[in-house]
T-cell receptor, first 113, second 114 residues
């Protein structure tokens, strides 16, 4: 049973056209993360939510935003995608107090044309 | 700033051989280290997690060791199979307020040939 679900699996968008990626979880974890992974590179943390508290990484472009309307869902919004935003976007969850392993979704492959 | 390196970037072995994958990190002040598997175009699957106080972890054919003082971890996969073909990434979690913030290596792409 999938525990961290990302939709869509593949997304193609045009340069400058806003796009939203979705992540949901059934683990009731209090932390949700968004990582960006470009081809053949290491995943890079963009931001995370601890409950409703949003934590942005210092070098995450302003173009990237996130929403977490409830415990189960988290969204990644890219306001004006550029060609350099083509990447795999990975959602992960964890339970902060246990500091155990992260659970990752299958990812959304975003292509900006 | 923590940097994680995995060498080699790619590796090809015949079926049945043991795999040895290396991971090095620059800052020994880590909370834990994880090894992940990633199939092409897919997400990450956690294989093993080693706490900073541990020296190794084992799961089936997989064994991971950690030498925190030298900034190294090694993942051993015994008797490799074609199904082991994937990219393997290591990631470290720092101490203090770095919980859940993993610093990844770029991975080692493994091909096991029948």
């Amino acid at each position: 049973d999938a525990m961290v679900i990302q939709n869509p699996r593949y997304q193609v968008t045009q340069f400058g056209k806003p796009v939203t990626l979705s992540c949901s979880q059934t683990l009731n974890h209090n932390v949700m993360y968004w990582y960006q992974q470009k081809s053949s590179q290491a995943p890079k943390l963009l931001f995370h939510y601890y409950d409703k508290d949003f934590n942005n990484e210092a070098d995450t472009p302003d173009n990237f935003q996130s929403r977490r309307p409830n415990t189960s869902f988290c969204f990644l919004d890219i306001r004006s995608p550029g060609l350099g935003d083509t990447a795999m976007y990975l959602c992960a969850t964890s339970f902060r107090q246990s500091r155990e392993k992260l659970f990752f979704g299958s990812g959304t492959q975003l292509s900006v044309l | 700033k923590q940097e994680v390196t995995q060498i080699p970037a790619a590796l090809s072995v015949p079926e049945g051989e043991n795999l040895v994958l290396n991971c090095s990190f620059t800052d020994s002040a880590i909370y834990n280290l994880q090894w992940f598997r990633q199939d092409p175009g897919k997400g990450l699957t956690s294989l093993l997690l080693i706490q900073s106080s541990q020296r190794e972890q084992t799961s089936g054919r997989l064994n991971a060791s950690l030498d925190k003082s030298s900034g190294r971890s090694t993942l051993y996969i015994a008797a490799s199979q074609p199904g082991d073909s994937a990219t393997y990434l290591c990631a470290v979690e720092g101490t203090t307020d770095s919980w859940g913030k993993l610093q990844f290596g770029a991975g080692t792409q493994v091909v096991v040939t029948p």
